[in-house]
C-alpha cells in the first residue's frame, strides 16, 4: 500500500483481527475468539465495503453517470453513511431513506457528508409504500437520474465481503505464528455474523469455504422479531416484535442472503437484552467501543459456543472462531441503551469510596474556623 492514498476510499478495509482473550477467559473458552473489527474503516462500519463495491462498479457498467446520477438508498444508516462518502468523493447527489427508529447520529453523518434524508415509519411493512424501500422506489421513479444501487438484491454486497473481508480474515489467521500461549490450528474453524442484508455473512462465508477451510463452522445471528433464520421455525418467538438493536433483521429475506446449502451452517436468535450486554463485555474487557450489533454478534456467538454443537470448538486450544464486529459507538452515542451503560450502572466500589472520601472532606472543610 502506498504511504499516501489517492482518496479515503483507498482506506476502506484492511482493518484489524483482534484477540478477545479478556472476553474468553471471562467466559472460560479454549479456542481462539477473535473479534473483525470494522469501525476503524472510514465511514465507521462494515458497510464501507459494499458502498465502495457498488458505486465503482455501478460506474464501470455505465448505470452511474457523472453531473447527471442520483444516488438512492433504502438503509438502516450505515451503508447509507459509505454511499454518502463515496458519493461525496466521486461527486453524485445522495438520496437515503431511513425509519425513524435509526439513531440521530447516522442522521446527522449523512447530512454532514451532503446527503438528503427522508425518515419513513418503523411500523410499515417493507413492502409498504411508506416504508424506506417504498419511499426510495417512489423517489426512484420521479426524480431524473435517480439510481438505487439496491444493497438488498445486489450481488455486489456479498462479493465485497468474499473478495476484500474473507481474505483479510485467511490471511492474518494464516500467517499469525501459533505460540505456547496462543496454539492455532492454521485455520479458520468458525465464522460468526449478524444478518442485516446477509452480504456479510453470505459473501464471507463463501470466501473462507471456496479458498480457504471448508469445514468451517458459518454461524449466522438474527434478532427476535426477525425472518432471517432457518428453519423458519426458529422466527415464531417474538415474530414481528421490533428489535432495538440498528442493522439487523428483517420482516423479509433479502436477495443477497444465501440459501445455498452448507454456506451458512446454523443460526441463533438474539434478543436486545443480550446484545447490550455483550457490549458492555467488549468495552469493559476488550476496551472496544462497538454498537448494539456488535453485541448481537458477540452474545449469538457466545449461545453457540455453549451449545452442543459448539463446545467442541470452544473448549478445543487452538480453534479459531472470528465474529464480525459491524460498526463502532459513534452513532448511538445518545441511544438510551448506551446511556444506561454509560450512566445508570450500580455504582461500583471505587465510586462508592470516592464518595465517602469526598464527603468526608467537604465535612472537614465545613467544619474548620476560617478565622473571619
Known sequence: MPAILGSVLDAVGNTPLIRL????????????????LEFVSPGGSVKDRIAKRMVEIAEQEGKLIPGQSVVIEPTSGNTGIGLAMACAIKGYSVIITMPKKMSLEKEAALRALG?????TPNEVAS?????HIGVALRLQEEIPGGIILDQYGNMNNPLAHELTT????????????????HPSSGKVDAFVAGAGTGGTVSG???????????????????????????????????????????????DFTPDVLTREPHMIDTW?????????????LLMRHEAMLVGGSSGSALAGALAWLRSDNGREISQTPGKNVVIMLPDGLRNYIGKDWFLDIAFR???SPLA?????????????????????
Do not use: M, W
Open 21 to 36: 482473550d479478556r472476553i474468553a477467559q471471562h467466559e472460560g473458552l479454549k479456542c481462539n475468539l477473535l473479534g473483525k
Open 115 to 119: 446527503a438528503e434524508v427522508i425518515r
Open 127 to 131: 413492502d409498504s409504500p411508506e416504508s
Open 166 to 181: 474473507a481474505p483479510e480474515i485467511i490471511e492474518a489467521v494464516t500467517s499469525t505464528p501459533p505460540s505456547q500461549v
Open 204 to 250: 464471507v462465508a463463501r470466501g473462507i469455504k471456496k479458498a480457504h477451510n471448508p469445514d468451517c463452522v458459518v454461524v449466522g445471528v438474527d434478532p427476535v422479531g426477525s425472518v432471517l433464520a432457518l428453519p423458519a421455525s426458529l422466527n415464531e418467538v417474538g415474530k414481528g416484535s421490533p428489535s432495538v438493536v440498528e442493522g439487523i433483521g428483517y
Open 268 to 280: 441463533v436468535k438474539t434478543n436486545d437484552t443480550d446484545a447490550f450486554a455483550a457490549v458492555q
Open 345 to 347: 450502572q450500580e455504582p
Open 352 to 372: 462508592k469510596r470516592i464518595a465517602e472520601v469526598l464527603d468526608l472532606s467537604a465535612g472537614e472543610n465545613e467544619g474548620k474556623d476560617t478565622g473571619n
